[in-house]
């Protein structure tokens, strides 16, 4: 497997980005066993990224990621963080600046949410009121009411929330990186995708540098800049972006791991604001006189028009029977159907599918962040994407497997 | 000495609730040696031969005066070793038949009201110092072997019947229905399933017993009834430090031996996949 | 002389051996105590250790009373010294077995996340397992007085102090008319003493154990 060296060694580095953790030749050889349980382990993480490690169980993933705070100490091998060999320095000076998120939470059963989240602060020796101010700002940012949750303890919150405070309180002293061993894998589906995109938003905030364990690929693919696939003894059989991953993944383990319907995994990569909306979609006011938005619509293309309230909000879909009604008295804030798929520019086209699907228009609105109207998504566009992909991915593999023809017989 | 036992029985009682502290403990220490090392088998036998030939060399090396050859016989210490084992024996019998049946019967489900009133009499029957328990017995009746006994089967009915009582109780539930979904009667049911699957808690609950009544024994002496206590008592009041060292490493051993043996009966007589 | 009179004369005799019999107790607990919490802390973290400690304390919990108050005679003398020496080594198991039973009870979760933010072994031992253990802990304690409140009354058979005179005195006179009021008033001094300080516990359990574990 070629590929692991040529792969792992620079990495696929984005222009102008800086490596911030370094792991060289990483190993740990538990007493007793005669195969390491991570051998060799050599990966560059970015700044500001977040690199998913992701393998089937006992691939050596969580061993991997505890070899770099030190939880396990290193057999060989190297870990430099932002360019300093942190592997001979004091491991709990070392923990105290990288945040750490796992799956049990871990929060302290005996103290408030408040005392949790200021842990670290405290081991570091700030002073109380900085403490209490920091605590405040986490528990906004992880969108829990400090008033409300600052005085409870673990036991009184929800299995989402407690991981929430657990995301505060690996944030809480701004390290600047942070290791999250299957954050939300003891979550509810449901709360699981919306504490995943929350925190995508606030790692827009906060950009820090990531390391993130996860048997699914599919959350890999969501939340990874970067995916490292691995194999026994977290070996890397891949280490590539979510798209390359998808479109050119290194073999048939790596492909075999991902699984079926990778074209419509893509859905989950591409955001709405990638890809091309429509907006052309014909729009009026609610104030617009009815006469007027009847020749909106008939100007164009579209059997239905969007009206938009004062502050530009989508209100309500109407098509020319409800604006017939609307001449014969009927108010426009009581016609039609009103608009219930709306997205915002950072969803995914995975999303919007649903959206489109469960509405009963055929199309999802697009907004802004204050809930302006963008545009519009529909079947079309989604389905332009889906296709490209798959052209992509089938090109690939005959590619591939031409490649692979004359080596048969020797490498495999 | 009703107290140690009750302790021995409550080490890990985690949880501290009313009714049953050390639920846990008991079988915890009958199952952690089971099937052991060498050395969970032999080592109490070695270290008591050590500490008894110590002694019989220190004792036999010393040129004992009078007062000492008076206790220090063999005539003596045997006939002090037999009353106590004799104290021990048919206390502890007579605890166990009347307490494993009582603990049976309450445990069944028409007993079940009046369990709490009995498991609170039994918390407060914690604090009950068995000296003064025995004491009251003696004054009530007289001086004698029966009133004696009387007082060590008040002193160690506690853990018995507890014990069963929390056995039973903590039986698996399924194993029960599907005892009875076999068409089980409950008596068969009690003798084929709950009695053996309780086993080692309530081993661990006469083994408690045993324990006290050897360490309570030791007070016969108080009561005209003998015992290695007496050994101990005339040491301590002739100022004589190798009768009280005999007296003292005789019934300690005496003591552990009889622990040891329980507890080995216990590992041995143990239902297989327990 | 009925039992009531007998109270109302002796009541301050009563409470003055109830007093030397809580300070024989307190003073063989906190001995215990200052032996038996570091014991379990090693036995916990040392699992080479645990079980010979185990075995010791569990070894004195198996001797008889007397035997245990009497091997001290000749070392320190008639008196309190032997009991406490005695009540402490009772004292020891229940302690040393809970300390280890409630930091073994510390979810792993827990004890990873305390490593993971940086704490050194003593802060989390400090901080995190101690704290939550303590329910268990003082469960042990609490364990352990009640066993040295009953036996403690046996200590007056190797002229100790504390309500077993009062017991001994009752047995010494057997036969007088006041003798069983002496073993009444004894006997029900240590149950009402065994009683007290359990209704301690309940109080300093409250106090002591944090709103997020109760």
Known sequence: MTTTETMAQPGPTAAGAKPMI???????????????????????????????????????????????????????????IDGEDMTHTNPDELRRHIGYVIQETGLLPHRTIAQNVGT??????????????????????VGMDPATYRGRYPKELSGGQRQRVGVARALAADPPVMLMDEPFGAIDPITRERLQ????????????????????????????????????????????????????????????????????????????????????????????????????????????????????????????????????GTALTELGLPVEAIVEPHATLADALDELIASNVGCTVVVDGTGAYQGVVDLETIMTVVRTVRDEYERFHLAQKLAQQPADGQVR | MADTALATQALPGTGGTAGTPGTAGAPGRAESRRGGSPLSWFGMPVLLAVILGGTYLWVSSLELDTIEQR????????????????????????????????GVLLSRPFARPVVPAVLGIANIGQGVPSFGLITIVILWTSLGFWPMIIGLVACSTLPILRNTMVGLEQVDRTAVKASRGMGMSPLQVLLKVELPLAFPVMIAGIRTALIINVGTAALGTFFGQGGLGFIIYNGITLNR????????????????LIDYLAGALGRLLAPRGL | MTFAEYLTRNYDNLLELGLEHLNLVLISMGIALAVGLPLGIVAHRNGFLRNPILAGAGFFLTLPSLALFSIFIPVLGIGAPPAIAALSLYALLPIVSNTVTGLASVSPAVVKASQGMGMTGFQRLLRVELPLAWPVILTGIRVSTQVVIGIAAIAALVGGPGLGTEIFRGLRSQGNASAPNLVYGGTLGVIVLALLLDAAFVLIRRLTTSRGIR
């Open chain 1, 22 to 80: 370094e792991l060289v030749g990483l190993t740990k050889r538990f007493p007793g066993t005669a195969e390491a349980a991570v051998d060799g382990l050599t990966l560059t993480v970015n700044e500001g990224e977040i690199t998913v490690l992701v393998g089937p169980s006992g691939c050596g993933k969580t061993t991997s990621m505890e070899l770099i705070n030190r939880l396990i100490e290193p057999t060989s091998g190297q870990i430099l």
């Open chain 1, 120 to 141: 670290v602060p405290g081991l570091l020796g700030w002073d109380k009121a900085r403490i209490a101010a920091r605590v405040d700002e986490l528990l906004e940012m």
């Open chain 2, 241 to 256: 430090t190798p009768v009280l060292v005999t007296g003292v490493v005789l019934v300690s051993a005496l003591a552990l």
């Open chain 2, 71 to 102: 206790t220090l016989n063999v005539e003596q210490l045997t006939r002090s070793t037999i009353e106590h084992l004799h104290l021990t024996a048919v206390s502890t019998a007579i605890v166990i038949v009347l307490a494993i049946p009582l």
């Open chain 1, 197 to 328: 995109n929350e925190f995508l938003r606030l790692q827009q905030q906060v950009r820090k540098t990531i390391i993130f364990v996860t048997h699914d690929i599919d959350e890999a693919l969501k939340m990874g800049d970067r995916i490292a696939v691995l194999r026994n003894q977290s070996h890397i059989a891949q280490y590539d972006t979510p798209e390359n991953l998808l479109t050119s993944p290194a073999d048939d383990y790596v492909s075999d791991f991902i699984g079926a319907g990778a074209s419509l995994k893509r859905l989950n990569l591409s955001r709405v604001r990638d890809i091309e909306m429509a907006t052309d979609a014909p729009t009026a006011s609610l104030s617009t006189p009815v006469a007027e938005v009847r020749a909106v619509l008939l100007a164009s293309t579209w059997t239905s028009l969007l009206l938009l309230d004062a502050t530009g909000r989508p209100a309500r879909w109407v098509n020319s029977r409800d604006l017939a009604r609307a001449e014969k």
